[in-house]
């Protein structure tokens, strides 16, 4: 008798274990506070079994799981974040160039330009491919990108930025123009408007050694 209650009991707990993977795998999260894993072996199952199952403290863990990339709630990132991205490096002897497909995309935290002359860069079209690659489809939506000139001081050649068709072009009041100098970084970045236009914001900064 004493072995068939151990079966018996060990079943219960199966049961309970694998209600807690289904839970898991289909995304029903167990919110702390909200309800208990032991109310949720109840609500499943019945109290008949949830009464004989040992089912371990879990109140203060909160189950869950992300069906895909998208998450629609607010996220809080209690330990901090930590963001990445590809660098992508270019080299260009022309005097003007627009931004095309592939040059940037929802990927590239990191564009680094060897300009061979002094030239001025067009943004891509904000109804473009080239635009929509930024992933920035829905007003609103926002990307960020670090854009680099690699030419030393000494060659003192600049890259101009401009803007192109749909696109409201601004930068920091305390950058000059809108030129990126000689071994400087300048954050561009990608909003989505509500008219579908794209407005990217300037920030620039020089080399401190």
Known sequence: MKNKKFVKKNKYTIIAISIALVLVVTGIGVVKADISFWDKVAQYTGLN????????????????????PDVYNRMYFHEGFQSGGLLKATTTTETSYTLGIGDLTENVSFYSIDPGATTTITTMASSTVAMDAMNIPDAGDMREVLVYNEATVAEDIAITLAAGTGVDLQKNEDTADLAIAPLSVAKLTFIRLENTDVMIILDQWDPAD
């Open 49 to 68: 079994i949830a009464e004989k199952v040992d089912v371990p403290d879990l109140e203060d863990i909160t189950l869950g799981a992300f069906p895909g």
